[in-house]
């Protein structure tokens, strides 16, 4: 976090407090080379993104990373209130599916051990959010590394070999406490709680079925799920199969709870909720930023039930855009969202090839707070195919002082 507050630690006290803090001026974004043809090793690019610097939307230092621990497959990363890092994980290091949470020292960095009792893993893993006023935390499951790491096979979803839970645990003991099964929700991903400390709902958005889930506490202290957004699939021709999903695949909520946006990465639109009231969102924006059904594309939309027409492609600065909106990122103020377009390699290869040629970029939509909506900024590119080394796929996007979707208020 960004400065420091009296008695409560470093940080803002507050989400409300955080939104006044000042404008972010760099990004950091772990790239990779995996798949491109590129033999250079992972680095961290951090990007300009301050409007009135002569670097502005530029890649300004890149250093490299390595994976030196030999953890199995990690994903997200939190701060713990006693100073840990804790990492969720997809699998243990030889690629079978496993479902657990590995802690480092928060100074040194060093490995000390998992968080969950031994033998107490998930099956699967992927992300995780923690609500210790609630003595709760919730992971999610994508699907064993082995299985996804070869692109996505529709019959892996019939045999059960991704996702449909999320996992209720108990914040103090370390263990599972109850198993949320999601009928309508496969490939429950990222998972949000309201930034409100006292808060005890959140929202999760499923991949493969396209919908967000609200999760909530029920008065007798057990949680539940329920279905609050669904995308539509849509009729297409030209595609893997008869039906495209919107492909859910990263969510995030305002610091004021007022709003959640998320992507979908194969329909190619970003979207924005006013969750006034979380139990009923109401649709406020939407942007197209490619995708897989634009206009002159391989895919032919034979039924749509929310579009009349196939949307056009999205060129920015003289660039056709490759891929569609993946990972995304909002200012602490909620009126700026940073966006990258790059999934997973072995998917990126399958889905959106011309993304592993080209490499991925970087876009910045404007933000409506007051009545909702959407725009993007047309002076605003960072294209990772003009890396020094060759074609880049960058990720997740992170501020050095804290952002939206990694601080967790106690």
Known sequence: ???????????????QE???????????????YRNTGTEAPDYLATVDVDPKSPQYSQVIEAKDIHEKCGLGNPHAC???PT????????????????????????????????????GGSAPMGYDFWYQPRHNVMISTEWAAPNVVQNGFNPADVEAGLYGKHLHVWDWQRHEIVQTLLMP??????????????????????????????????????????EKVIEVPPKKVKGWMLPEMPGLITDILLSLDDRFLYFNNWLHGDMRQYDISDPKRPRLVGQIFLGGSIVKGGPVQVLEDQELKSQPEPLVVKGKRVPGGPQMIQLSLDGK????????????????????????????????DTVKGG?????????DFGKEPLGPALAHEIRYPGGDCTSDIWL
Request: charged share 20%.
């Open 1 to 15: 976090m960004a400065t420091k507050c009296g008695d409560c630690g470093p940080g803002y006290p507050t989400p």
């Open 18 to 32: 955080a939104m006044k803090g000042p404008r972010e001026e760099i990004v950091y974004l772990p790239c990779i």
């Open 78 to 80: 939190h701060c713990l």
């Open 83 to 118: 100073g840990e890092v804790m990492i969720s994980t997809l699998g243990d290091p030889k690629g079978n599916g496993k479902g657990g949470f590995v802690l480092l020292d928060g100074e040194t960095f060093e490995v000390k051990g998992t968080w969950e009792r031994p």
């Open 184 to 225: 309508d929700g496969h490939i429950p991903l990222e998972i949000r709680f309201l930034h409100d400390p006292a808060a005890s709902q959140g929202f999760v958005g499923c991949a493969l079925s396209s919908t967000i889930q609200r999760f909530y506490k029920n008065e007798g202290g057990t949680w539940s799920v």
């Open 336 to 367: 700026r969202i940073y966006v990258t377009t790059s999934l997973y390699s072995d998917w990126d290869k399958q889905f959106y090839p011309d993304l592993i040629r080209e490499g991925s970029v970087m876009l910045q939509i404007d933000v």
């Open 374 to 382: 959407l725009k993007l900024n047309p002076n605003f590119l960072v």
